[in-house]
């Protein structure tokens, strides 16, 4: 089975930055997409950022022109590259990939990774 391990966040003043990064280990026959997900405090996990394995990518609105994601396939590793951190970005951030095995479509999630942006 995968396994994702998130690292980079942290607290971090408004306008300043913070990178992003997860790496999947385990037994992978072929990752499809890999993405970011938040969670802010008292709120349900949203999307925030995604890329396929061809370089295709989507971001939430809330995000555009601040945070970048990208991937390397052969490390199997993504990041997101946040810039001009505002408070409404504290959340928790979740890594998420998927990956086929024949013709089945599986997923894992990371633990999580506190983003805390002060103002």
């Known amino acids: 089975q995968v396994q994702l391990v998130e690292s980079g966040g942290g607290l971090v003043q408004a306008g300043g930055s913070l990178r992003l990064s997860c790496a999947a280990s385990?037994?992978?026959?072929?990752?499809?997409?890999m993405g970011w997900y938040h969670q802010p405090p008292g709120k349900q996990p949203a999307l925030v950022a995604m890329?396929?394995?061809?370089?295709?990518?989507n971001y939430a609105d809330s995000v555009k022109g601040r945070f970048t994601i990208s991937r390397d396939n052969a490390k199997n590793t993504v990041y997101l590259q946040m810039n001009n951190l505002k408070p409404e970005d504290t959340a928790v951030y979740y890594c998420?990939?998927?990956?086929?095995?024949?013709?089945?479509?599986?997923?894992?999630w990371g633990q999580g990774t506190q983003v805390t942006v002060s103002s």
């Open positions: 998420n990939a998927n990956w086929w095995v024949a013709r089945t479509l599986y997923e894992s």
């Open positions: 385990g037994s992978i026959f072929s990752i499809n997409a």
């Open positions: 890329i396929t394995s061809d370089g295709s990518t």
